[in-house]
């Protein structure tokens, strides 16, 4: 009796303890659910207040006031960089809105995002729809995270400078703006810059840094997986869009954003993005294998975002914010950056658009000339034989003893003309 009494104590002992810890592990993961708050409801008001985003209209710049309150609310420092685009044979203006939280430190961090939409105005053809996933989603991830650090008491070695961009669907121009802008000094001394653009739908979430694998991006992504906070990197053949444009004439999906232009300035680079770029339906990427395509859309709104996806859209907000909070407190953050600029490839040249075009002529005129050897060879190996044809005699119009001058002759001894006499 006493052994089954022992063996009932150790059994249930046992299961105690198995619970205990299970109860312990769930815990700690639902700790781990949600560092950076505000989320959704910046998405929700951002949204609200400002569906009709269109470049260069007075919708965007009333967008852009919008953001630029909420940083001045947070307590950051406030500037408004208006900027002038040759856009349909017209000057068209637009504006990036900037908030920094200055830390007094020589070294800087820039998380951007861009708030203007295509929902449609007198310049551009619109699909009148809120732009929830482009580029709402970044734009709510980009206020939680202003809104977090200016409030934590975190010792940092590096100002961060939060860039809402303007004008970036018609063609990247905020970003490539801000750039021209910036000091040799600024750029040398930018530790990164974290481009968030359509976060929340999709299948995945992604991280793009650069062409080549750098410092940084194994970082981030051991940060992530630390963290236990789900981000994948793109296909290792880092598939290519059918048609490059003039803008950027090698082009895939993760240079498809403002990331572009940091990184053609040799700036270190962070690209968030979230779409379906491991399909195998198709060559390249599509949003969703099980969803429709929404973004440029009429149905790029957030309802169709929760119809879609649930809370998984906003799953992944969370976790691009939290991603990039635990990146910027990590004790080695500053060393890896320093580590993977100073190890950072030189590939400047596939971005240039003048050697792009040389080398696109080189390649046509090399085609050319193959095409040219390879005929030239067909025909040595397999010439045409030459036919020979045989002319007939021309037709006699007066007869052969006139043509021939072996006519009748007169008197004189001379031809005689077969007229004579009519």
Known sequence: MKKITALLLII?????LFFTGISKTVSAQDEQIQVITGIE??????????????????NEQKAGKWIEQKFEDFGLETQVQN??????????????IIGVINNQKEKQVIICAHYDNIYGSEEINGFEAEGAYNNGTGVAVMLALADYFAKIQVDL?????????GAEEPGLNGSSYYVSKMLSSEKENTLLVIDLDCVGGGDYLYLYCDELETIHQQFIKKIADDNNRALKL????KKTFSIPTSLTPYMHYGLNSANLNFLKNGINSAHFFSRNWDTTKKIGMVESEKHPSIIYTKNDTLEILRKYYGDTFLQKM??????IYYTLTNDNFVKSMQDSLANKKDYSLMLDTRFIAYLKLCLIIIMGVIV??????????YPMPVIKIRQAPPTSVFGDEYENSKGPYNQNGENKNPFDGY
């Open 83 to 96: 900027f002038e685009v040759d856009y349909n044979k017209k000057t068209q203006t637009s504006q990036n």
């Open 12 to 16: 249930l002992v046992s299961f105690t």
């Open 318 to 323: 969370n976790n691009a914010a939290d991603i």
């Open 372 to 381: 040219m050897l390879l005929i030239r060879q067909f025909n040595n190996r």
């Open 157 to 165: 070695d590096f100002n961060i400078i939060f860039l809402a961009l």
């Open 234 to 237: 793109p296909p290792k053949n």
């Open 41 to 58: 409801q910046y998405l929700i008001d951002f949204l609200q207040d400002n569906p009709d985003r269109t470049s260069f209209s007075e």
